[in-house]
């Protein structure tokens, strides 16, 4: 190999190894890929679940609309109860009748919230999202397809909270996943961008 065939190779693979980076910063900053993915997703699929009014939700009551999903669970103290009003603030800008849009709050934490709890629960946010629980089993199966960490952590007198991943999943109208939506950004702003997906 020649000196001059060994500096295009090493400038070419300099140059791969940039554009994988400059990817890869793009997706770890942003949420989103620098161009759109064409592959099947790999994140969320099939449910079968209980709503708050105790009655069977899948993810066929979802599509042909966009809609949220963010797992979580009633006794935490801060990132679920504002993440819901952030999402509440949303559909707000959106206005009270439009439709066209939903969103799903899925427990981690089926022991403590049944639909009873979750219907008390998701009284104070915007009619529009749906909790979501079931048994372990039914749980699991949703966690592992969303791709969501979720552990149980003892806490000082017997009791326990939850570690859970604190992503709001952007669904599209054929049930697939889009995005990780973002929510650190002015309600109408975030609304503008879901009826991108109308």
């Known amino acids: 190999m020649s000196a ?6 090493l400038a070419l693979g300099a140059f791969v190894a940039g554009l994988v980076l400059f990817s890869a910063v793009i997706f770890l900053v942003t949420g989103r890929s620098p161009s759109p993915i064409t592959m099947p997703s790999a994140v969320g699929g099939p449910f079968n679940l209980v709503d708050q009014n105790a009655k069977p939700i899948t993810d066929a009551d ?4 966009p809609f949220l999903v963010f797992f979580g669970f009633t006794h ?7 993440t819901l009003f952030e999402v509440s603030e949303i559909f707000r800008s959106l206005g009270p009748n439009n439709k066209n849009v939903g969103a799903m709050f899925v427990t981690v934490d089926p022991e ?3 639909p009873a709890v979750l219907k008390d629960y998701l009284a104070s946010f915007d009619p529009r999202i749906v909790g ?6 039914a749980i699991a199966a949703a966690v592992k397809s969303f791709r969501v960490y979720a552990k149980k952590v ?3 007198g017997g009791g326990y909270t939850m570690d859970h991943t604190a992503i709001v999943y952007l669904m599209g109208k054929d049930g ?3 995005a990780p939506f973002n929510m650190k950004r ?7 961008d879901l009826k991108r997906y109308f």
């Open 176 to 178: 697939r996943f889009v």
């Open 186 to 192: 002015r309600p109408e702003e975030a609304a503008a």
């Open 76 to 82: 935490c103290p801060d990132v679920c109860p504002t």
């Open 112 to 114: 403590r919230d049944t």
């Open 4 to 9: 001059r065939t060994a500096r295009l190779l």
């Open 62 to 65: 979802f599509k042909g609309r």
């Open 132 to 137: 979501a629980t079931g048994d372990a089993a």
């Open 154 to 156: 003892p806490t000082d």
